[in-house]
């Protein structure tokens, strides 16, 4: 490809997030509720693409993803059994995932030449 391996990385994670963004923005203006709910959502989504794109400088890009998707899946699974579906919007929770989302976006930053060198398969 005439990318390199973190640039097409990345410009595929854009375009994810893109096409994410566009059923979440819509659905903010049909479901009931306050208005901030569905942008109160996007952050964590943020900061499971930019988990997933730092864990790919450690694994295989694959592993990253299903380890990030069982990291969230397990907190989510238990929240909904406590039916606390909402504490992922509270306060607390949005400075926790801001807080992961420039961690990993400094770690992508610092750890890039993992792509170009090939280390991931």
Do not use: I, K
């Not at 979440?24 to 203006?29: L, N, S, W």
């Not at 790919?56 to 238990?78: G, N, Y």
């Amino acid at each position: 490809s005439p990318f390199s391996g973190v640039t097409l990385l990345l410009v595929r994670a854009v375009c994810a997030l893109a096409a994410a963004l566009v059923p979440v923005t819509g659905v903010a203006f049909v479901l009931p509720g306050p208005g901030w709910l569905p942008v109160a959502l996007l952050l964590p989504s943020l900061a499971l693409s930019a988990f997933a794109l730092a864990a790919a400088t450690v694994m295989d890009p694959r592993a990253a993803a299903v380890t990030t998707a069982a990291l969230w899946a397990l907190p989510v699974l238990l929240l909904a059994s406590a039916h606390v579906p909402l504490l992922v919007v509270a306060p607390g929770a949005q400075v926790a995932c801001t807080a992961v989302l420039c961690g990993c976006a400094v770690l992508l930053y610092l750890r890039r030449d993992r792509f170009e060198l090939g280390w991931m398969r």
